[in-house]
């Protein structure tokens, strides 16, 4: 990706997002809590609930109809706190903002969805200036290759069919609550041989509106800080460009001057 050099540092992208949906000032760029965990009271009874797997679709068909902006806390396997912002427009688009997501923790990083497919955008990078910019690297409807898959956004959009889908091969059971989290929470795991699993096992957990209020899955625990009322449309944070997608692996020092410098 080749970026037009510009004034953006740090989490300065991520916090205007957060200010612009009115969820600045609850959270912030402050730690969040601690890593959540399930107690061992809640774990799952092997093989799922029908009552569970029928509960948890219903919540997730009212999460497919949801519209939200969202500021999130999240812990990755790293052990690193960083903000995430979830937004899901009146008119379908979406928009997922995570803090140091991409290029191994340098750049802040955005997946946008909308009518013409998947894009993921440059926010901005640590010690490099660079104006936000979105590189095509899906259609519509399509996973994001994993090169470029900072895996955050999944949670949100990318499961919820499945989810609904009370014949897939998913075992479903209620478990108590992940600490600090509220709403009902279920223990989603994969009852297919198949390496693929159809979703991210782990721990769901939804309001009784369907909004999303913390997961812990393989690479990571989420939590709800604050949502307010979703906006009409979801923006690029920058616009389209041509090239490669930025990687997930630690970013090569050699080219970051050349994006921060390039188009000046």
């Not at 999240?74 to 052990?79: K, M, P, V």
């Not at 996973?143 to 949100?156: T, W, Y």
């Not at 223990?187 to 509106?209: E, F, H, K, N, R």
């Amino acid at each position: 990706m080749r970026l037009p050099s510009g004034s953006g540092r740090g989490l300065s992208a991520l916090t205007a997002v957060a200010l612009a949906l009115g969820l600045a000032g609850c959270g912030g760029d402050d730690a969040p809590a601690a890593t959540p965990t399930v107690s061992a009271s809640a774990s799952a009874t092997a093989g799922g609930s029908p009552d569970a797997r029928v509960q948890f679709a219903g919540l997730a068909a009212l999460a497919m109809d949801r519209r939200y902006a969202a500021l999130y806390s999240f812990t990755g396997g790293d052990g690193v706190a960083r903000n995430v912002v979830a937004t899901v427009a009146n008119d379908g688009t979406w928009r997922v903002d995570i803090a140091n997501g991409a290029l191994g923790g340098a750049a802040d990083v955005s997946i946008v969805h909308n009518a013409n497919g998947v894009y993921q955008c440059m926010l901005s990078m640590t010690g490099a200036p660079v104006t936000p910019a979105c590189v095509h690297v899906t259609a519509k409807g399509e996973k994001v290759p994993s090169q470029f898959d900072p895996k955050v956004q999944r949670l949100f959009r990318q499961w919820l069919p499945v989810f609904t889908d009370r014949n897939s091969a998913l075992a479903v059971s209620a478990v108590q609550p992940l600490a600090g989290a509220s709403g009902s929470c279920y223990s989603v795991d994969s009852i297919t041989a198949s390496l693929d699993a159809p979703v991210d096992v782990g721990v769901y957990c939804y309001s009784t509106d369907g909004l999303l209020t913390a997961a812990r899955v393989g690479f990571g625990v989420l939590k709800l800080v604050r949502q307010v009322a979703a906006p009409a449309t979801v923006q690029f944070p920058g616009p389209e460009v041509g090239g490669e997608a930025m990687g997930m692996g630690g970013a090569d020092p050699a080219a970051v001057p050349s994006v921060a410098t390039s188009g000046g």
